[in-house]
């Protein structure tokens, strides 16, 4: 069993929608990381939660640490967000390594 | 400073040899990762270093891998005997042991084909 549940898995919306992709875990965690990937491989960090929210443009991420759940959110969606966004967690006190989500690949048709 | 660098980009090699990876980290940067990515799934961590310690290994990490990280700056992983089950994305990403900032830049990654 995955650690890092997300969903849903694919997402398809139109452009100007409001999205919102979950994230849950089973332990835990010291921080909550949102990532976006791109094809071809190079991964972006976008945000890193330890309580709250925060905002970053048209991003926003939230996270509820008592229901081991986050959020991210995007306003206003637009064609170029089109990627795999991943949850990423680290447990505990150690920041040695990122357990990750399997992604949830989000396509934004004009 | 351009990020996190890694390379090759591809490579494509013959079953039972053996290939090896770099990855130069942000320089500022003391801890740097190697993760390996499959088609349709998350990365998964493979090892991790502060300065020139390995710290940490996953049981991912067979005797076939090795990884190091010699005067603390850029990282090898080598895979020995590569077989098939090899073939994957292999991601680095470094991170500062700043307390206020633990977020992470990853390397585009090595596409490795095993053929």
């Known amino acids: 069993k995955n650690e890092v549940e997300q969903s849903p898995q694919n997402l398809t919306a139109q452009e100007g929608e409001f999205i919102t992709i979950n994230c849950s875990y089973s332990v835990g965690i010291s921080a909550l990381h949102w990532l976006q990937q791109h094809p071809g491989g190079g991964i972006v960090s976008l945000f890193m939660?330890?309580?709250g929210k925060k905002k970053h443009g048209r991003l926003i991420a939230t996270i509820n640490i008592q229901e081991k759940h986050s959020s991210l959110h995007i306003t206003a969606s637009h064609p170029r967000d089109s990627a795999v966004y991943i949850c990423?967690?680290?447990?505990?006190?150690?920041?040695?390594?990122?357990?990750f989500g399997k992604g949830t690949k989000l396509s934004v048709k004009p | 400073d351009t990020g996190v660098s890694q390379d090759p980009r591809h490579k494509i090699t013959k079953r039972g040899q053996n290939v090896t990876f770099r990855c130069d980290p942000i320089?500022?940067?003391?801890?740097l990762y190697w993760y390996r990515q499959t088609l349709g799934q998350g990365p998964e961590f493979l090892t991790y270093f502060q300065n020139e310690a390995q710290l940490e290994k996953s049981r991912l990490l067979s005797d076939r891998f090795s990884a190091e990280r010699p005067k603390g700056s850029f990282s090898t992983l080598e895979i020995q005997r590569t077989e098939q089950g090899d073939s994957a994305m292999y991601l680095c990403a470094s991170s500062s042991r700043d307390r206020k900032y633990y977020g992470y830049t990853f390397g585009s990654g090595t596409r490795l084909t095993v053929v």
């Open positions: 990423a967690v680290n447990y505990g006190g150690s920041q040695g390594n990122l357990i």
């Open positions: 939660l330890s309580s």
């Open positions: 320089s500022e940067h003391n801890r």
